[in-house]
Structures are given as C-alpha cells and as structure tokens.
C-alpha cells in the first residue's frame, strides 16, 4: 500500500489509540506512494469490532498523482478456529450487509463457479455490492492488454464480467461464501439478535496446510520428552501452563482442572488471568468423546431460583428461547461451566453490549431501540417476571443443566435424547471418522 517511515513506528504511531474511544481520531502520517514515489498521507485507526477483536483501518492518500487505497489488517490474534459464512442473497437489500474480510479470507459464489483465493487481496471493510466491485474491477484491470494478445480470452472474460455485475440487481437467488482461516472475517446479520434465516456460520479446525499458510507452526514433541501425566494426577492436581491474554498478548498463566460434574461426565474447566491488563477468562471442555445420540434439554422457568441451577454449555451447544424468536449459535460463546443466570448475562453481552451496530457510525435507529428491548427481557428473564422456556440443543451431547431434583425427574424439565442428522455429524467430522481398522490398508 505505502512505506511508512521507520520513524514514526519506533516513535510509538499507536501510543495514544485507544479501541475503545468512541471519539478517536485516526492517526496522519506522511508515507511513500507506492504510484509516484512522492511522499503521500496515511490515515490508521484502530477500532474494536466485537467477534474480532481489534482491527486497524487505513487509508492512503497521495496529492501528487491522486492514488488512493484502503485496506485493513487485524490488530488482534489468530482466533482458535477458522470461521465459514455461507449467505442466500435475495433481495437489494442484501447487497447493503456490512463484510469484513481479512487477507487470509476465500470468496466463493457458487452459482459462477468463481472464487477469490486467499492472499490474493488486503483486507477490506465494505458491503456485499463494494467486495463484487472490487472483484469487477480486479478482473477489468488487464482487459486492454488482453484484448490486445488475446482477444478469445478477453471476449469470454468480458461475458463472465456481465454476469458478475448483474449480480448486483439480485434478479436471480445465488450463494455467497466467505471461508477465513484465521478466524476474523464476518457478515452483518441485520436482523440481530434474531437468528437470520439466510445466513449459517460455522467453526472449523484449521489443517496443517491452513496453519503453515497463516504461518503458525504445529508443535512437534521431541521423543526425549517426558510422557505426560496420568489421568489420575490430572484429577488431583491444578495443571498451570503459560500462554497470551486474548486481550492483550501479554504473557499470562492458564489453570487448567479435570472435575467431575454429579449425575453427568467428567469436563476440563480452563481459566485464565492476566496480571497487565486484569482481563479473566474461562472456557469448558468436555473431558470425554461425542455421544452417540445429541441432546436437548428443555426448562420451563418458574422460579427465580432456577437461576441459580449449574450449567455446562459446550462449544457444540446452541441456545434457544422461543417467546424471544432467540437462537444463539454453536461456539459463538464457546465452552462455559456456569449458572443460568450467568449465561443469560453473556448473552446480553455479547448481543446488547458489545454489538458494533448499536455505537458509532454504523448504529441505527431501528436497530440500536430492537436491541434495547431484547436486553430488557432477558433482564426480566433474569428476574423471574417472563415465562420462557430455555432450550440448550448440543448435537454431541456434552451439555447439561442442573436437575436440583436428582436423583428423581425434574417436573420442569425435559431431556430428550435424538439421533443427528448428516449435517450435524459433518459439523462435528463424524462422517469422515473412521475409528475400527484404521490400522489396516488396504489391497
């Protein structure tokens, strides 16, 4: 984009953003134009968009021969695991979604056979319309030249073109799929926080291939290693490894427990603290394998101390409140070994609190006044003054609410147990599984 003067970085260009400023103002800084080679202007802010923790938006300017360019870059980590959106366009309206899409990120639209591959652009902040724009102009940029050479080529690609810009009237249903490695791309779901009929996430792990490509090296033991500790000792013991602050990247420490939940299974509770920036986490795993059958677990609240029942949500887990239309996603809040209340708090969180389309320039009206509305009947949920029902629905079947009736049935709530169909076992790699003979091959 352009060269920024080594100075100005060891000078401490980011010394006084701060992510959080509602009121910041970009940083200007005087830059080589990669166009003319005389000295232009650069515009870096750096801002805070929840799912994807902080990202630096830049602008280049040059007065001399009028080049300008943009683009962002993630300020914050390589999230655990990549992240798939899938969207049905249909409607105009759809073209005006908000997408963040990082170097890293592949572009499909499946009814052209045609992607983007990754690191083939920058980062960019923009709408539907603005990425099949710049995918247009992209393709445009050599057309003279291969008009020249080879007018065959730059026929056929002229109609391909048409095709791309037509999709921007929507006349004809069609996909749009943004795959991201690291994690940190997204497209605005405008009807938050209901679920949006239109659009699926899903979280995957990386490959080996994935990781080499973001330039994250696997960790390979060395056979003098020492073998790890027992199952027993786990049980007995809080384990303590060092790791980065999600927040920050300061060095921190993670406890790490094996506990065993009463009527259930045993689970991994991981908690981490950091001592520069106080920030505190907690995440759950489950300490055992998939379960053949999924589960469901429906309460209907009565009493304001069904607040109080422990919870276990793990990553695999969706969260459902009918009288809300309300369906909080699988990993969108990851693992957490909680209390009813607890959760409910999360998701007021997550959903009123730190949503970007209710602060800033990209708040409206509209949607900032329907999140408030949520955020007050989650808080009369809370308080016992709705009645709602809670569904936690986690295909694996690692998830589990407290029956404070137990060992006898609780009155209020129904434990169902069901078979998963081929797109849950494909979410959770089942199909591709295979656990008898794998040592075998095959003649």
């Known amino acids: 984009m352009s060269v920024i003067d080594e100075e100005h970085v060891r000078g401490g260009v980011f010394k006084d953003i701060n992510p959080e400023d509602e009121d910041a103002q970009p940083t200007e800084i005087e830059s080589l134009c990669m166009n003319c080679y005389e000295t232009g202007k650069t515009r870096l802010l750096l801002t805070k968009i929840p799912f994807f923790r902080e990202i630096i938006i830049s602008s280049f300017t040059c007065s001399q021969c009028h080049w300008t360019n943009t683009e962002i870059q993630s300020a914050g980590r390589i999230q655990e695991h990549g992240v798939s959106y899938t969207l049905k366009l249909k409607s105009k309206e759809d073209m005006n979604r908000e997408v963040v899409k990082t170097d890293s990120a592949t572009t499909k639209i499946l009814e052209l056979d045609f992607e983007i591959p990754a690191f083939t652009q920058k980062g960019s902040l923009s709408t539907i319309e603005g990425l099949l724009d710049r995918a247009v102009a992209g393709l445009e940029q050599d057309q003279p030249i291969r008009r020249a050479t080879d007018p065959d080529v730059a026929n056929k690609l002229d109609q391909f073109i048409q095709r791309l810009k037509k999709l921007k009237d929507v006349e004809e249903e069609f996909t749009l799929i943004i795959d991201d490695p690291s994690g940190n791309s997204f497209i605005e779901n405008p009807f938050a926080p209901q679920k949006d009929q239109a659009l699926s996430v899903s979280h995957y792990k990386r490959t080996p291939e994935q990781n080499a490509a973001l330039g994250i090296q696997d960790y390979e033991p060395e056979q003098d290693d020492k073998p790890a500790n027992d199952l027993e000792t786990m049980r007995n013991e809080v384990l303590v490894f060092n790791t980065n ?56 609240l009565t009493d304001p101390a069904d607040m109080s029942r422990d919870l276990l949500k793990s990553e695999t887990c969706s969260v459902l409140i009918p009288e809300l239309e309300f369906e909080l996603g699988m990993a969108a809040l990851g693992g957490k070994f909680t209390t009813l209340e607890g959760l409910l708090k999360d998701i007021k969180e997550l959903i009123v609190t730190k949503n970007p389309f209710t602060c800033g320039d990209s708040a409206t009206t509209d949607t900032a006044e329907k999140l408030e509305v949520f955020g007050k009947k989650i808080d009369k949920i809370i308080a016992g003054q709705m009645d709602v029902h809670i569904i936690l629905d986690d295909p694996a079947g690692n998830s589990y609410l407290q029956n404070i009736y137990a060992p006898d049935p609780d009155p209020e709530m129904n434990l169902e147990k069901y078979t998963r169909t081929f797109e849950q076992n494909e979410d959770l790699g089942l199909n591709d599984m295979k656990t008898e003979g794998y040592g075998k091959t095959e003649n």
């Open 245 to 300: 602050c999600p927040e920050c990247n300061s060095p921190a420490s993670t406890n790490m427990k094996l506990v065993q939940i009463p009527h259930f299974k045993e689970v991994i509770i991981m908690a981490t603290n950091c001592d520069s920036c106080g920030h505190r986490t907690n995440e759950v795993k489950s300490g055992g394998a998939t379960e053949e059958l999924g589960t469901r677990i429906t309460l209907h």
